[in-house]
């Protein structure tokens, strides 16, 4: 199995993502988060695939995010209105994101590495 895997170098939940799916003979094709950030659409695709609300997709911890005051935002803004800030900069964007095609992971949880890409 190959799966994207939209990373950040230097965050170490990304490293350490990184070395599970190695560890456990997953392929990994990497894509540079905010060298080369998913479009909108592609964002779109993945968090309907996901199962998962859009706002986890945000990086909550990171200083774009509180710069620009999104807290409030993200409690009161549209869905298209989400993705078009998230599609803005990858450093918004909640990391890793790996993807197969059909199943979809945001961040990095031992457990469900283990129950999605094993």
């Not at 990373?7 to 060298?35: D, F, M, Q, S």
């Not at 659409?41 to 986890?56: A, P, R």
């Not at 945000?58 to 993705?83: I, P, Q, W």
């Amino acid at each position: 199995m190959t799966v994207t895997f939209y990373w950040y170098p230097k965050c170490g939940t990304c490293r350490n993502a990184k070395k599970w799916l190695e560890a456990n003979g997953v392929a990994v094709e990497e894509v540079h988060i905010v060298e080369n950030p998913p479009s909108r659409e592609k964002l779109e695709e993945l968090y309907k695939k996901s199962g998962l609300e859009l706002k986890k997709f945000f990086n909550t911890s990171g200083m774009k995010y509180r710069e620009l005051g999104l807290k409030d935002k993200v409690k009161t803004a549209s869905e298209g209105e989400l993705l078009d800030i998230l599609a803005t900069d990858g450093m918004l964007i909640k990391r890793p994101i790996t993807t197969d095609g059909s199943k979809v992971t945001v961040g990095f949880n031992e457990k469900q590495f283990e129950e999605t890409w094993k």
